[in-house]
């Protein structure tokens, strides 16, 4: 059987050309056209007809001359700021994050601020009033931005229409939630599961940059993982990779975790997160008021009870990790979220898995700060952005 090939029409390769030389001045910086013609292996005059129909558009700016150097002085190009801006939220169980970024990269403004709302139309009203505020800041306006990214627990499920596996966020999965979505922030709003979304952060500003592959892998209030083969976050065909909640627990483990919780969190969530570890901590006798954070801090004070507790949380996301490490082999193992992030805990799981898998990679605890989500939004929003302005100029 043959196939027929039909040749590429001029003005899909103009837009190819010009989609080209944007990624390169975003990925290099100020270029001249010289620079462009050697590193894009496009003639000088191609290069400087697409630089013409890209400066035209308003994506490109002369950023100035270079100088000092022999030879002619060279006109260098940057990308634009103001060709659009790309808004990040970050809706989380107790807080709402959000930042504004232009499409140079650089964050014109940030902002997070604790949830009040008990219900979801509350929530929402809370997210738009922040992406306002946020967006007023940054000189432009929520209808007026080219990109909106919203990290959120769970995943979206098309033949539902609504967000799936939402974990503690009560309400988030009824169909109500994605429609006040759309309806505040457009029909192209882009929706990213929270800790995929940190890992995006990771591999653009963290560890990940060394790696072409890597997990990150978050355990506080919720249990979670973002999975990067190849240097590309992998999602799964139904978008629910990395949803280690739902492994099951070994023999044993979490005996005591109520079964409905265990099948709305997934049974490794309902264990190991921040209220398993409470629970767990209750169950060995500890009295008061206690927090994961408590449990934590007891355990670095020597108190017996605390540290088989916390010995007994690294050994069941050492488990899970071990799952992931014998099916995909990552070159490293990132820890997030306030359990992951404990002082030692890396160190406890890291110990944990030796005893576990036939290979031990590399284990780090996450630089990065309390805006990871909203940084992944940024980078994943930028990504779309830069997508769409291209090809609508190349239409």
Not at 94 to 104: E, I, M, Q, S, T
Not at 316 to 328: F, P, Y
Not at 368 to 379: F, H, I, K, M, Q
């Amino acid at each position: 059987m043959t196939t027929e090939l039909s040749a590429a029409r001029p003005p899909l390769i103009r837009a190819m050309n010009e989609q080209l030389l944007l990624g390169h001045i975003r990925a290099v910086g100020p270029c001249s056209r010289a620079d462009l013609a050697r590193i894009s292996g496009l003639s000088k005059p191609t290069v400087s007809l697409a630089l013409t129909n890209i400066e035209r558009a308003g994506l490109v700016r002369i950023a100035g001359q270079r100088t000092g150097v022999p030879g002619r002085t060279a006109q260098l190009y940057e990308i634009r700021p103001e060709a659009g801006f790309v808004l990040g939220l970050d809706i989380g169980l107790k807080y709402l994050r959000g930042a504004v970024a232009d499409l140079a990269g650089q964050v014109r403004t940030r902002d997070s601020r604790k949830v009040v709302a008990t219900s979801v139309r509350g929530r929402l009203a809370e997210l738009v009033e922040l992406a306002d505020d946020l967006c007023a800041r940054a000189g432009t306006s929520r209808q007026a931005v080219t990109q909106t990214v919203i990290g959120t627990p769970g995943v979206y499920d098309p033949q539902r229409n609504a967000i799936a596996l939402t974990g503690g966020l009560a309400g988030w999965d009824r169909p109500a939630a994605l429609a006040g979505l759309r309806e505040a922030f457009g029909p192209s709003v882009a929706l990213e599961n929270d800790v995929d979304a940190a890992a995006l952060a990771e591999q653009r500003h963290g560890y990940g940059r060394d790696h072409e592959s890597f997990a990150f892998v978050h355990v506080g209030t919720g249990i979670g993982m973002g999975l990067v083969l190849g240097g590309r976050l992998h999602r799964g065909v139904h978008g629910v990779a990395g949803e280690i909640a739902f492994m099951p627990l070994p023999g044993g483990s979490g005996s005591d975790v109520d079964s409905d919780e265990a099948r709305r969190r997934g049974p490794l969530e309902a264990a190991a997160a921040a209220a398993g570890v409470v629970r767990a901590a209750r169950k060995a006798g500890m009295r008061g008021p206690v927090s994961a954070r408590s449990v934590f801090a007891a355990a670095a004070r020597g108190d017996e009870r605390a540290v088989a507790v916390v010995a007994e949380e690294a050994r069941l996301v050492a488990s899970a990790v071990c799952c992931v490490i014998t099916v995909v082999d990552p070159g490293l193992i990132v820890l997030g979220g306030g359990i992951g992030q404990a002082p030692g805990f890396a160190s406890a799981v890291a110990n944990a898995l030796s005893g576990m898998t036939p290979v031990l990679p590399e284990v780090k605890v996450s630089a990065l700060g309390t805006d990871v989500v909203v940084d992944g939004c940024l980078a994943e929003g930028a990504s779309l952005a830069w997508n769409q302005l291209t090809s609508a100029q190349g239409r």
